[in-house]
């Protein structure tokens, strides 16, 4: 039998890993199979850094919560100029084919 090698990870990868389980809509199992490490691996994470939640929503920080917010403005200030934008060239071109 082979010896089992152990992963040793930074405590930032550990936190960042948790913090993206515990706020991401995709699955945990799917999480840890993108980044590599074991489910269990990631359970303990977000059990240790999210009370045990794998939703955490309301384990995150204010800062994080004030980042988040922050972050959704800006795209939704994005996508609604994009919106009008089309609603404009949508309405140019329709009245250019009658």
């Given at each position: 039998m082979?010896?089992?090698k152990v992963s040793q990870y930074t405590e930032e990868f550990k936190q960042?890993?948790?913090k993206l389980a515990a706020t991401s809509d995709?699955?945990?199992h799917q999480i840890a199979k993108e980044l590599g490490i074991g489910q269990?691996?990631?359970h303990a994470w977000v059990k240790k850094y999210y009370s045990g939640s794998t939703k955490a929503g309301n384990s995150l920080s204010t800062n994080d919560l004030?980042?988040?917010l922050?972050?959704?403005k800006k795209e939704n200030s994005r996508l609604t100029q994009e919106r009008?934008?089309?609603k404009k060239a949508t309405a140019y071109f329709a009245s250019e084919t009658r």
């Open positions: 082979g010896k089992r960042s890993s948790a995709k699955s945990t269990s691996t990631l004030l980042e988040e922050k972050r959704l009008d934008i089309l």
